[in-house]
T-cell receptor, first 113, second 116 residues
């Protein structure tokens, strides 16, 4: 059974600080997805990581994937309030296409002035 | 207009009632999914469909059924609702161009269901 674990599940940080969210998964997968959810809203796709060593960056967010360690990280640089949200990582069931993604429980991020 | 539309946005119902949640998409995608989200538990897959004739159970399909009426429509039914089915339900679609990096889920706005 595929398990996806995120940590921390809750993070409160100050603006301007850096921090990393971790996503571990239990079975082999060659791809991983990161999503953002604002309160009361739907999920928005952030990153699709397709191979070992993949790194993607958008603004103050950078995601990376280490398939050998079964680990992905989402790094936040110089956090700003607008990045407050819940972040989910997700891994495909089969390791192939994205049918039936298994999601982590999410990291609830609060960025305070 | 939203690409993936869910109706209703909110619904309160009583134990034992039958309820249907509807999802329609304008993206022309073949693959559609129903997830439920519970606080602190992430999202869990209920059912998914690759096309009108191909419907598959997800990890938590008990107590639910689905209907793929057309490529654009995928409905989720609770035949006899129970309180622990109170959750936020999401419909999603996926584009399948067959190449890497195309497999992004596009989510609807969600339906908050409360079963009393």
């Amino acid at each position: 059974e595929l398990k996806v674990e995120q940590n921390p599940l809750f993070l409160s940080m100050q603006e301007g600080k850096n921090y990393t969210i971790y996503c571990n998964y239990s079975t082999t997968s060659d791809r991983l997805y990161w999503y953002r959810q604002d309160p009361g809203k739907s999920l928005e796709s952030l990153f699709v990581l397709l191979s070992n060593g993949a790194v993607k960056q958008e603004g103050r967010l950078m995601a990376s994937l280490d398939t050998k360690a079964r680990l992905s990280t989402l790094h936040i640089t110089a956090a700003v309030h607008d990045l407050s949200a819940t972040y989910f990582c997700a891994v495909p069931y089969s390791g192939g296409g994205a049918d039936g993604l298994t999601f982590g429980k999410g990291t609830h991020l609060i960025i305070q002035p | 207009d939203a690409d993936v539309t869910q109706t209703p946005r909110n619904r309160i119902t009583k134990t034992g009632k039958r309820i249907m949640l509807e999802c329609s998409q304008t993206k022309g995608h073949d693959r559609m999914y129903w997830y439920r989200q519970d606080p602190g538990l992430g999202l869990q897959l209920i059912y998914y469909s690759f096309d009108v004739k191909d419907i598959n159970k997800g990890e938590i399909s008990d107590g639910y059924s689905v209907s793929r009426q057309a490529q654009a429509k995928f409905s989720l039914s609770l035949e006899s609702a129970i309180p622990n089915q109170t959750a936020l339900y999401f419909c999603a679609t996926i584009e399948d161009k067959g190449g890497p990096g195309d497999e992004k889920l596009f989510f609807g706005s969600g339906t908050q269901l409360s079963v009393l």
